[in-house]
């Protein structure tokens, strides 16, 4: 990526070297090349991350969700690829706010309140799932610039999350600044 890029465009305010959480449809489409239409982009993407001019990284949400895969050698495929990236460390999105304790001779029960982190009720609140509200929470508190994915629903809010959270969602192929020159 060169400094004309970044500084042109609707990307004028990403950092030289930015930030990218990759979903975890797209940890494993690097891993098994099975999504033909973001084939070349991923290519363009490792290769910038191998040049050192992006930061990709993902969370164990992703390990996460790569166990439950049923075909094992997939699984050991997807499961080596994340491995493979910086782990953003995962932020509790919500906390505890207190207790509420009731006690009488025969018994106690205490019970905790807990409270949402005001961003991931705001992502709730755009209708996306659950585990994808949580990995757009993630890259949000982990001040990345950047959200790969390839699931519609989170795209499909990405002008939401764009104005809320300043966080830009596309798949790889929509971001033509990670080409590489030819040499």
Known sequence: MTEDQVSSGEFADLRP????YLDSNIVSAIAKDDIPTESEALNRLLQA???KKVDLVTS???LWEISAYQDELKRRLVDRTCRRLAKAQIVRW???AGRHSYGDRHTWISTP???SDPAYEALLALD???VEAQHVFVAVKQ???IFFTCDRSVRDRAAAIKDQFELIVQRPSE???FETPRR
Do not use: A, F
Not at 17 to 20: D, L
């Open 17 to 20: 070297n930015p930030k990218v």
């Open 49 to 51: 991350w191998d040049d």
């Open 60 to 62: 164990e949400m992703t």
């Open 94 to 96: 919500y906390e505890l």
């Open 113 to 115: 309140i807990i409270q």
């Open 128 to 130: 996306l799932e659950v």
């Open 143 to 145: 001040k990345c610039d």
């Open 175 to 177: 971001l033509p600044q």
